[in-house]
């Protein structure tokens, strides 16, 4: 087992990788512009992350293969935290300190909101906790 995983995470990651490519190329951000190209590839793939790991959890096994395949390999190349902290950056030197703030927030907050909506998407609800032994 231990060689799947890896394969699984590369064949993923090469697709993940590809789609960010063909998207980012098709939606050009301009310098020194909202970064909207990024934020909706990240807030997609918080979203369907969401959904393939509740689903995961809830169906397969621990080590299963879509949990290698496409939560971190697809998802995980499709995401990019280190475009997102460029982008953040190279908005802060342009002077553009108050957009790179939004564009930061936007994406925290949002992956946040996307993960979360992806979990209901997938039937996930919060567990009720049971009352401590002698509390009503």
Known sequence: M?????????????????ARYVVADSYPTRGGSFPWTTLWINLAGACALGIVLELAVRYRPKDSWERFLVGVGLIGAFTTFST???????LARAGRAALAC?????SILGGLAATMLGLFVAGWRPATIPPDEGES
């Open 2 to 18: 231990r060689g799947r995983p890896a394969a699984l995470v590369a064949i993923g990651g090469a697709c993940g990788a590809l």
């Open 84 to 90: 997102l902290s460029t982008e953040t950056v190279l």
């Open 102 to 106: 939004a564009y930061l927030s936007a």
